[in-house]
């Protein structure tokens, strides 16, 4: 490809619990190298949970990084690189809202930050739910509100959800939806 | 809030030309507390082009992140933190197209990884083009395609455009346009 660049030589400078930040040095198309910083992501999966009156148990979440609440679908993180993605998103399903779904549609990859970010997040739309207890992790609080999803679509074409993934995911479920 | 974590030590672990990292602790909610990895970023804005003729420029560029080309509309960074985003995205329009635009909308923000970065990208819509000379970065390579945004949204709705602030915000585009 006449634009790659071309990583030589590669220093992990920090591995933590959820990510790893390594400083890699490239060889650019014109032959100068440059420094590019880029941050290790195990992956995730993101779910439209959808039920039979066009509702979606929607999860609002303190996020420290950002210092507010926000409102996002349920989600989370592999267990380890390489986990079968639905196997994620059926255990962060009933994780974050005791549902079980008995019907998956993969609605694609989404990549929150290419510029330095190997992190994926599979999304989903899920079908046919049961509920079930839900169990979070330790260090986990949330809270779920079911929205109808013709609303939430209208919040996000209006630049209402500020989540990424929130708002790509609920954009392309009502495409395929057509609501 | 209920579910609010608080702060109370932040140790900066790396400082870098595009992102900072910190490890925070944290009090959670039922009094325990947390580490958190925080990666700090300036944010960003990104652009939908959109001429007469319903055509949208977008960028095709190397992410040494994943190792591959991406199809991506016009974007970059911040040049600082606080720079007023409507100025970062008149620059990168040019920068990356050589196009200014007449007319701008605010599609919202887009948060690409709340669980860990506060980074936020200011989408928008531009439209009224008219073509100058581009200006690209030293270390930034890229080709321009022009290609329909009705054939742009449906490849987001099949989950086809893996970037995630392209998929939401040409989705957002459409929802506002009618398309």
Redesign the interface.
């Known amino acids: ?5 071309r ?1 030589f030589e590669k220093k992990e ?2 591995s ?4 790893t ?1 390594d ?2 040095q ?1 060889s ?3 032959g ?1 190298t ?6 290790h ?1 195990k992956g995730a999966a993101a779910i439209v949970p959808v039920d039979e009156q066009g509702r979606v148990p929607m999860v ?7 210092g ?3 409102l ?1 679908i349920p989600a989370g993180k592999m267990e380890k690189k390489g986990e079968d993605p639905l196997d994620c998103a059926r255990r962060e399903l009933r994780e974050e809202t005791g549902l079980h779904a008995g019907s998956w549609t ?14 994926v ?1 599979h ?1 989903y739309l899920a079908q046919g739910l049961s509920q079930g207890e839900n169990d979070l992790d ?2 986990e ?3 779920v509100e079911w929205l109808p999803l013709r609303e939430l ?1 209208d919040m ?10 929130t ?2 995911a609920l ?2 479920a009502a ?2 939806l057509g609501v």
């Open positions: 490809m006449a634009n790659e660049e990583p400078l920090y933590g619990s959820i990510l930040l400083l890699w490239v650019l198309p014109n100068k440059a420094l590019r910083e880029i941050v992501h609002r979440q303190y996020r420290v990084a950002i507010r609440e926000m996002e993969y609605l694609g990859p989404y990549i929150p930050s290419p510029g330095y970010c190997d992190e997040v999304l330790d260090d609080f949330l809270s679509v996000a074409a209006q630049g209402r959800i500020h989540d990424g993934k708002a790509a954009l392309m495409r395929r």
